[in-house]
């Protein structure tokens, strides 16, 4: 058994593999982005709170007064959105007293539990915002007035803080999921200090508070990752409110807990029923998401952990599209998926028969007796409040409704992601993929859905998925990736203003504003900007610049489906000798020893090709275990005399090249460069340390076998990377060759004395 499944999950891995393989250059981001480059370009700034300890826990961007609210460990904080960070307010909200103390007591973990984690900010009216927090493993809640639109007023009444429970998790690290609509909150967590009662819940506002009943059939240990309104149609009374989790799956059958994803939702104007289900949801009903890619023999590799949930809204506000990451992880391998659904998919499988089980020895089926009437799901509205059948409020509904609801709360259907595949996988990465926002950006050939996904290492990749004509398969671009943050550290929140064109990016020891693109960092020519394939940039005859359709400028050049400069740019000066922007540079190297050529291409996608040319010969570099190709550039692990020559380095790219560098490699003999610096240091003193006069011959070096192809950044500086050194060495290399002529000539007189009175043997005996 446990053999079979290790098979399985290799298969998987095999499989996953081979699918990856075939597009792994493009898998590389077009373009790599530091966290120096982004400070440098202005294209990020990092708030940090004010004492350099945030501990971010929740954001809220709001659009509406133009700020970003940010909720931490006992603090508040209200940002402008701009990249100033001026005048940032704060708020200082502790647990109430007494209350971290007992939380000790009670076992918990004094510093990364009893404080209180600010996980919840909605907006609870024009000039209100609704703050929860863990509170010592005692929620609250308060609201801060933020003041009307224009005005920077960010308080708090302390006196005036309500119990949290239903609204706030204790644990600072419970998944929790809420949303806010028409004066009421919406809850998806486990409710009570011990982490046992997990429920779905509506509080505040004027009607009874609504939950689920305790009970696995509903809510089986679920992680919330979001919750959000959707309307079904005109007719608000058929609003729904849609929660994202996994759970663990009792239809799986496996007895192993399987982990399922799951869409649930609930009527908004939901109020329980009369006998039965008091203050419960009498039209919670959930059906599994599907994130899978096909396998052989017909197994497909499920992702089933939910990580993050996206609404795409459009103008039709009821069918967004639904971005989803999944991750599968298991000690074999770990994998990501982004898929996506139609609200079209969601709703049949809503409409489809229910789930069911008619008894232990059962399987699970299709429900196929009599289903009820107003149907476990619907929603009391103008079609089910007929005369004759009058049911205006789930009060009405009939007990056996209610009873249906509560046995049967699974769909049979699953919900399969649009062309039924993830639109993107990702396996065999070194981080994992947490966060997802998108954005619809109108380009010249039509429109692109922007992926912006957050890792757990700080950097967020900026993605397209491309699909070419009728094919199914997607080719997924990586057009940058970001390192937002200084130091690996997972993204924990992401939000995008599509009016300001910025990215908010949370995690635990920061949130960075990041413009979504600066078309200029792509490069100064028309060939460089169009093999970026960014939707929101194109070339406008001089400059790489953001697109804006229905512009006047009728002179753009962008191709996103195939990056083809060639076409794009054909009346761009496109030559290569125009492109050819690399300097002429000499490299020093000794003889024996190990030595660096470095090139790296700005896009990591792009072909390099080393030539040589030796008097009027131009060739290949031909590599072998002594000289190596590497990613950053040629490696030669031993050094010869007839390595001497200029290296000319090229890049090649969608059939567009460019010489990036010209290297002139200069073999040392007899003297180490390292001699040479420790001589340069140590003044002009020739005749040193070795009192027995010059050494007949340089010294053998070892020949270096560096363990990795990579050479050491160390190695780089210090030899020829840093242009003051690279100078250095230059004059250096002149008052070598005088040393070398005066040594010349010292040695030949050493030699003559040598004759009359022979020290070295002397000394050796
Ligand atoms: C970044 O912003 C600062 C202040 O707004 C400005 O002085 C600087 O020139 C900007 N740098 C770049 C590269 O745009
Ligand atoms: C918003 O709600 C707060 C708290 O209930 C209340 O004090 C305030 O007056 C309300 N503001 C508006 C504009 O309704
Ligand atoms: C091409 O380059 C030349 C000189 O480098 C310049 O004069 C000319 O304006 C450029 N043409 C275009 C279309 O950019
Ligand atoms: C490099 O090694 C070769 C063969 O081992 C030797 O003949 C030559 O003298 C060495 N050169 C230097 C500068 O040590
Ligand atoms: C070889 O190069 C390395 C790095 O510069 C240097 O540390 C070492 O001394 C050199 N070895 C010889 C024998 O020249």
């Known amino acids: 058994m446990k053999e079979l499944s290790l098979l399985s999950q290799n298969m998987i891995l095999f499989v996953l593999l081979s ?3 075939s597009a792994s250059k493009l898998n590389v981001p077009r373009l790599r982005l530091s966290y120096k480059d982004l400070l440098a370009t202005n294209r990020s700034s990092i708030f940090s709170g004010h004492h350099g300890l ?3 826990t929740s954001v809220f961007l709001d659009e509406y007064h133009d700020r970003l609210f940010l909720g931490g460990k006992d603090v508040l904080y209200s940002l402008r959105l701009d990249h100033t ?3 940032s307010k704060e708020i200082y909200w502790p647990p109430l007293p007494g209350n971290r103390e007992e939380c000790v007591l009670k076992g918990k973990d004094p510093q990364s539990e009893c404080a209180n984690y600010v996980r919840l900010l909605q907006p609870y009216n024009r000039t209100h915002l609704l703050a929860c927090g863990t509170g010592a493993f005692q929620p609250m809640c308060a609201f801060i007035n933020v003041g009307h639109r224009g005005e920077h007023v960010f308080s708090m009444d302390p006196t005036n803080v309500e119990n949290g429970r239903g609204k706030c998790p204790h644990d600072p690290s419970q998944p929790f999921a809420s949303t806010f609509i028409g004066g009421e909150l919406y809850t998806g967590l486990t409710a009570d200090f011990l982490g046992r009662d997990p429920v779905v819940f509506r509080s505040l506002g004027s009607r009874s508070t609504m939950r689920t009943e305790t009970d696995q059939r509903l809510l089986h240990d679920p992680k919330f990752v979001a919750a959000h309104l959707i309307p079904d149609n ?6 729904k409110v849609y929660f994202f989790f996994t759970e663990k799956a009792m239809e799986a059958g496996d007895g192993k807990g399987a982990i399922h994803s799951r869409i649930g939702r609930v009527c908004a104007n939901d109020a329980g029923g009369q006998r039965v ?6 039209t919670f009903i959930k059906a599994r998401l599907v994130c899978s890619v096909p396998g052989p023999h017909g197994i497909d590799t499920h992702f089933d952990e939910l990580e993050d949930v996206f609404l795409l809204r459009t103008k039709d506000e009821k069918n967004p599209e639904v971005y ?4 599968t992880i298991s000690n074999v391998f770990q994998g ?6 139609r609200m079209a998919d969601i709703r049949e499988a809503f409409n489809g028969p229910f789930a069911h089980k008619e008894g232990p020895d059962y399987q699970w089926a299709a429900y196929e007796g009599r289903v009820p009437y107003p149907r476990p799901g619907v929603c009391p509205s103008k079609i089910t409040n007929q005369p004759g059948r009058q049911f205006a409020s789930t009060k009405d509904f009939p007990d056996s409704v209610l009873q249906f609801a509560r046995s049967h709360p699974l769909m049979w259907r699953q919900v399969y992601p649009a062309m039924r595949q993830p639109l993107l996988v990702k396996t065999n990465v070194n981080y994992r993929l947490r966060q997802v926002v998108v954005d619809r950006v109108q380009a010249e050939d039509g429109q692109y859905d922007v992926m912006f996904i957050g890792t757990d290492i700080g950097t967020v990749l ?5 699909r070419s004509g009728n094919s199914l398969d997607t080719e997924e671009v990586t057009l940058e990736e970001l390192q937002i943050f200084k130091v690996p550290t997972p993204i924990t929140s992401l939000d995008i203003s599509v009016k300001r064109q910025t990215l908010y990016v949370g995690s635990p020891v920061g949130v960075a504003q990041v413009r979504l693109h600066r078309c200029e960092t792509y490069g100064k020519a028309c060939a460089e900007c169009c093999l970026a394939r960014d939707p929101y940039c194109a070339w406008d005859g001089a400059s790489c610049t953001r697109y804006t359709p229905h512009s006047k400028r009728r002179y753009r050049r962008q191709d996103i489906l195939h990056g083809n400069p060639t076409l794009q740019c054909i009346d761009q000066n496109l030559s290569v000798e125009e492109l050819d922007m690399s300097e002429d540079r000499v490299v020093y190297g000794t003889e024996n020893n190990s030595t660096f050529l470095e090139c790296v291409p700005r896009s990591p996608q792009a072909t390099v090709t080393w030539l040589v040319q030796r008097e009027d010969r131009k060739e290949e570099v031909k590599t072998d275990e002594r000289v190596m190709r590497t990613e950053q550039g040629l490696l030669f692990r031993r050094l010869f005399r007839q390595d001497e020559g200029v290296y000319v380095c090229r890049s090649r790219e969608h059939g567009f090249s460019q010489t990036l560098a010209r290297l002139s490699l200069e073999v040392l003999q007899g003297e180490t460069l390292g001699e040479l610096l420790a001589r340069e240091e140590g003044g002009s003193e020739f005749a040193g340390k070795d009192r027995g006069g010059y050494k007949a011959g340089p010294p053998l070096p070892r020949p270096q076998e560096p363990r990795h192809p990579r050479p050491q950044p160390e190695y780089c500086e210090r030899v020829w990377c840093s242009d003051k050194l690279r100078r250095k060495h230059k004059t250096m290399m002149d008052k070598y060759r005088l040393a070398q002529e005066s040594a010349r000539k010292a040695r030949n007189k050493a030699s003559g004395e040598r004759n009359r009175t022979p020290r070295d043997t002397r000394a050796r005996e």
């Open 85 to 87: 960070h001026s005048d």
């Open 336 to 341: 990501f998926a982004v898929c996506v659904y």
């Open 54 to 56: 945030l501990s971010l």
């Open 277 to 282: 289900l008091v203050n419960k949801w009498s």
């Open 234 to 239: 005109d007719d608000h009374d058929n609003d």
């Open 462 to 466: 900026k993605v397209i998925a491309l």
């Open 324 to 327: 989803a990451i999944f991750s």
């Open 19 to 21: 699918m990856t393989a």
